[in-house]
């Protein structure tokens, strides 16, 4: 059998850097990281697509990029009480194997479990995938839920990235989504446009063009201004053109994007971008990711700062998500 050519990005995808020895010396970084980089990689591997490495300066091991994907022996010190496995409540909201259903009238599809990048920080680095996604066989079950609930009125495709999906699959989703008369809005949450921007083909914005839904919306994920280059402005302006609704999430990151001039900066590149700014989330409590938070006073003064320079439709909502709360709410003023 002749195996299926893989798509340009798919053979992106196959490249990206997983050795923390490759991505030291790439961007010729000091040889002491290596070790805990190893060990930490262990809990979590390191992932990262090299478009993105080359954003990155190299020599610099502060570089805000290389903060989200690198290892650190900190992850592996004892993490504070507040630090847990499953800091949102996922799998207490899991209503089917699959489908997160915790805010009214939104549910929430994981679509599969794979990411491009690994985001140290990630809250769902701990997740088990492997028990949420049997391919199509959890989508029925996800799917039936939603079909037999008529409050739901907006499916989020969530994951690991759904964009991972190749488009037949993708748009088997999307159609059977679709095919769901109560569901009026759908959502993609993805960091594919930003770390792997070659996802972005004619072909997917053809089928992004054609789903039934008018606006389908993607929510990106960028962090810091730096993450957005020619091609991933490019991969923007094919989706909008498509008539895709961008906006983008932020995770208020210390050592990443914790003051206030690096976040006027992304929401100025955004919007240079075409995407809109809708939430700066505080760190979910994720074991390992203890280094990565910014106190609630400390984020509340950042984002006090940003609404006073920043036009009202560029100053992201800060949010925390608690688990068992009815929406992401902002943090209370101290
Ligand atoms: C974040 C999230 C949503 C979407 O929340 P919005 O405030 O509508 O962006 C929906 N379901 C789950 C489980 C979520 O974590
Ligand atoms: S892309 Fe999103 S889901 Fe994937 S590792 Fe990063 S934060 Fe987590």
Not at 228 to 254: F, M, P, W
Request: include cysteine; hydrophobic fraction near 45%.
């Amino acid at each position: 059998m002749i195996p299926r050519s893989r798509a340009g990005w798919q053979a992106e995808l196959g490249r990206a850097v997983t050795s923390p020895a490759e991505l030291l010396k790439i961007l010729d970084l000091d040889a002491a990281l290596l070790s805990p980089a190893v060990r930490a990689a262990q809990t979590f591997p390191l992932c990262v697509p090299r478009g993105f490495v080359q954003r990155m300066e190299s020599g610099n091991p502060n570089d805000p990029l290389l903060r989200q994907v690198l290892p650190l022996g900190a992850e592996l010190v004892p993490q504070p009480a507040t630090f847990s496995a499953d800091p949102v409540g996922d799998l207490d909201a899991a209503a089917r194997p699959g489908l997160l259903h915790k805010y009214h009238g939104r549910a929430l599809l994981i679509a599969t479990g794979a990411c491009a990048i690994h985001c140290r920080y990630c809250f769902r680095r701990h997740f088990p995938y492997g028990d949420h996604t049997q391919g199509r066989l959890s989508w029925e079950t996800g799917l039936a839920h939603v079909r037999a609930d008529p409050s739901i009125h907006e499916v989020i495709l969530s994951g690991g990235d759904p964009l991972l999906l190749d488009d037949g699959r993708l748009k088997g989703l999307v159609d059977a989504i679709g095919a769901l008369p109560h569901v009026r809005r759908l959502r993609i949450h993805t960091r594919l446009p930003v770390v792997l921007p070659e996802r972005v083909t004619p072909a997917l914005a053809e089928l992004l063009g054609q789903v039934r839904f008018n606006h389908p919306v993607i929510v990106l994920h960028v962090n810091h201004a730096n993450e957005i280059d020619a091609r991933v402005r490019h991969g923007c302006a094919i989706l909008k053109a498509a008539g895709v609704t961008l906006l983008n999430q932020s995770v208020l990151l210390r050592g990443v994007n914790d003051n206030a001039d690096t976040l006027v900066s992304l929401s100025e590149s955004l919007f240079d971008a075409g995407v809109l700014p809708y939430y700066l989330h505080l760190l979910d409590r994720v074991a390992g990711a203890a280094h990565f938070e910014v106190p609630e006073d400390k984020a509340l003064q950042i984002h006090e700062c940003l609404r006073t320079r920043l036009p009202g439709y560029l100053l992201p909502r800060l949010v925390r998500d608690a688990p068992g709360a009815a929406a992401k709410y902002p943090p209370a003023p101290c």
